[in-house]
């Protein structure tokens, strides 16, 4: 059985930093490419950042030099650096492991995770 489980989210201050991780079970993690995507209410998720089984990354361009994307094959888990956190970043963020080439707008392919809530507010 596959299962994402995100962690991490809270709320913060503008300006601010949070470190999500995914921790993934079920599959053969390093084939995987492993990606963040972000869902405000009544919008599709839309990526956010991936790093794929080869190493490649790749970042929305609202979040370029503000995210950082990494991930540990022998633990499973991946991660999300978030820093200089805006208003705008507020959403849930989900997990996603998929063979291939991920898409821009998240679909049904691949695997999800249950997703955690960023909030940056004053």
């Known amino acids: 059985q596959v299962q994402l489980v995100e962690s991490g989210g809270d709320l913060v201050q503008p300006g601010g930093s949070l470190r999500l991780s995914c921790t993934a079970s079920?599959?053969?993690?390093?084939?995987?490419?492993m990606t963040w995507y972000r869902q405000t209410p009544g919008n599709q998720r839309h990526l956010v950042a991936t790093r794929t089984a080869e190493g490649r990354t790749h970042y929305a361009d609202s979040v370029k030099g503000r995210f950082n994307i990494s991930r540990d094959n022998a633990k499973n888990m991946v991660y999300l650096q978030m820093n200089s956190l805006k208003p705008e970043d507020t959403a849930v963020y989900y997990c996603?492991?998929?063979?291939?080439?991920?898409?821009?707008?998240?679909?049904?392919?691949?695997?999800w995770g249950q997703g955690t809530q960023v909030t940056v507010s004053s």
């Open positions: 996603n492991a998929r063979l291939g080439v991920p898409s821009s707008i998240g679909d049904e392919r691949g695997y």
């Open positions: 079920g599959i053969i993690f390093s084939l995987y490419s």
